[in-house]
């Protein structure tokens, strides 16, 4: 058995292989040309899936298409939220729908209890970061959990949807699928549930193909929703589809982790910063001495510094490739990978921080249209 998984937990190294066998994950067979070209899904970061046939489906024959994803307003934007918001740029380029939810309830429950800052931080790290990754917010449907539409009609179809559901759950239903259980998160995840299938009510766009892009952690709830969506009739709800990426290590190596900042590079530290965490932080995968390293050769698959620049630097796969091989090869030590990945991340941040000087108009003004 692999280590607990849940939404509020995850362990610090994981197989992504028993994982896929335990949760009953499926590898991708022949894809549309279009994914094969998205450098998430060619280097297999993106890993699994359940039922992503009908995505795949809809998006050669040009059908509509829901992609839903949600965001925990606990902390900094960082890199492995940058991930998720690629993923939300490249379905919204393919034709779909993307929907956004605010986890501000759930994160009310489980994390910090001031929904004044939950909103800001919203707003002020997410919204802002994925308008300037390039995501057109006048085609998604933004929302928060604790306030999901001014129209009354759609909101009161979103909550009593929420309500509904629990009459097709049981509690030892959710011991079995979340561990430790508390009210709060039982409420929380009957909202995430509602979250995903929502979509398809005919108050917003009617039964269709709904894509969530998760990693592992996020996948109690999805099981739970596929459930819950198949047991509750009169709604005739289209099985979910999901995806499941490989989790960015943090600096340190295992998860990053939005409440400690030396785990992680944000998109709104400065060059420099970054820099320095790095060379200070990021985990090695080199030998103890240069003699051993150039004998033996370092380790790129546990070395932060090449993980960054395979996630998210280095969309070149034969340059990929080629540090790859010298670095193994011992021929590319540990201080120049790490240089390689600070002066790519500069040059990121710094363009990074022009395009959120864009955007900071546009967003305050779909922020007051929407009433947020």
Same mark, same amino acid.
């Given at each position: 058995?692999?280590?607990?998984? *849940?939404?509020?937990?995850?362990?610090?190294?994981? %197989?992504?292989?028993?994982? $896929?066998?335990?949760?009953?994950?499926?590898? /991708?067979?022949?894809?549309?040309?279009?994914?094969?070209?998205?450098?998430?899904?060619?280097?297999?970061?993106?890993?699994?899936?359940?039922?992503?046939?009908?995505?795949? *489906?809809?998006?050669?024959?040009?059908?509509?298409?829901? $992609?839903?994803?949600?965001?925990?307003?606990?902390?900094?934007?960082?890199?492995?939220?940058?991930?998720?918001?690629?993923? =939300?740029?490249?379905?919204?380029?393919?034709?779909?729908?993307?929907?956004?939810?605010?986890?501000?309830?759930?994160?009310?429950?489980?994390?910090?209890? +001031?929904?004044?800052?939950?909103?800001?931080?919203?707003?002020? #790290?997410?919204?802002?970061?994925?308008?300037?990754?390039?995501?057109? &917010?006048?085609?998604?449907? /933004?929302?928060?959990? @604790?306030?999901?539409?001014?129209?009354?009609?759609?909101?009161?179809?979103?909550? @009593?949807?929420?309500?509904?559901?629990?009459?097709?759950?049981?509690?030892?239903?959710?011991?079995?699928?979340?561990?430790?259980? @508390?009210?709060?998160?039982?409420?929380?995840?009957?909202?995430?549930? !509602?979250?995903? &299938?929502?979509?398809?009510?005919?108050?917003?766009?009617?039964?269709?193909?709904?894509?969530?892009?998760?990693?592992?952690?996020?996948?109690?709830?999805?099981?739970?929703?596929?459930? =819950?969506?198949?047991?509750?009739?009169?709604?005739?709800?289209?099985?979910? !589809?999901?995806?499941?990426?490989?989790? =960015?290590?943090?600096?340190?190596?295992?998860?990053?982790?939005?409440?400690?900042? *030396?785990?992680?590079?944000? &998109?709104? %530290?400065?060059?420099? #910063?970054?820099?320095?965490?790095?060379?200070?932080?990021? /985990?090695?995968?080199?030998?103890?001495?240069? #003699?051993?390293?150039?004998?033996?050769?370092?380790?790129?698959?546990?070395?932060?510094?090449?993980?960054?620049?395979?996630?998210?630097?280095?969309?070149? +796969?034969?340059?990929?490739?080629?540090?790859?091989?010298?670095?193994?090869?011992?021929?590319?030590?540990?201080?120049?990978?790490?240089?390689?990945? *600070?002066?790519?991340?500069?040059?990121? &941040?710094?363009?990074?921080?022009?395009?959120? #000087?864009?955007?900071?108009?546009?967003?305050?003004?779909?922020?007051?249209?929407?009433?947020?």
């Amino acid at each position: 058995m692999i280590s607990k998984i *849940t939404p509020w937990e995850v362990p610090s190294k994981i %197989d992504y292989g028993k994982l $896929m066998k335990e949760f009953g994950l499926e590898s /991708f067979g022949k894809l549309p040309e279009q994914f094969n070209k998205n450098m998430l899904f060619r280097r297999k970061i993106i890993f699994g899936h359940r039922d992503f046939s009908r995505i795949a *489906t809809a998006v050669e024959n040009k059908q509509p298409f829901v $992609m839903m994803t949600g965001l925990m307003p606990s902390g900094k934007f960082h890199f492995g939220h940058k991930m998720v918001a690629e993923q =939300m740029i490249f379905y919204q380029k393919l034709g779909a729908k993307v929907y956004i939810t605010v986890a501000d309830v759930e994160a009310y429950n489980s994390r910090i209890p +001031d929904m004044g800052q939950l909103r800001t931080t919203a707003i002020e #790290e997410y919204l802002m970061n994925y308008a300037a990754l390039g995501l057109d &917010l006048r085609k998604c449907d /933004f929302y928060f959990q @604790s306030m999901r539409s001014k129209d009354g009609k759609k909101a009161s179809a979103y909550y @009593s949807l929420a309500n509904m559901l629990a009459r097709h759950v049981t509690f030892n239903e959710f011991k079995a699928i979340y561990g430790d259980i @508390s009210p709060g998160k039982m409420a929380s995840s009957l909202l995430q549930a !509602s979250d995903m &299938l929502h979509a398809q009510l005919p108050q917003f766009e009617g039964p269709m193909p709904v894509v969530v892009p998760v990693g592992c952690d996020q996948d109690p709830h999805l099981r739970l929703a596929r459930d =819950m969506s198949q047991r509750i009739k009169g709604f005739n709800f289209i099985q979910l !589809s999901s995806t499941y990426h490989k989790f =960015m290590p943090g600096l340190k190596g295992g998860k990053m982790s939005s409440s400690d900042p *030396t785990s992680y590079i944000a &998109l709104t %530290d400065s060059p420099e #910063e970054a820099s320095k965490k790095i060379m200070k932080y990021a /985990f090695s995968g080199g030998r103890d001495s240069l #003699e051993e390293h150039r004998k033996k050769g370092g380790n790129p698959d546990v070395d932060v510094s090449f993980q960054m620049l395979k996630f998210a630097l280095e969309p070149d +796969d034969d340059k990929l490739s080629a540090i790859y091989n010298n670095y193994k090869d011992g021929k590319l030590l540990s201080g120049e990978l790490k240089q390689i990945a *600070t002066e790519k991340i500069a040059a990121f &941040l710094k363009e990074h921080r022009q395009k959120m #000087e864009k955007s900071r108009v546009p967003v305050q003004r779909f922020v007051e249209e929407q009433g947020f």
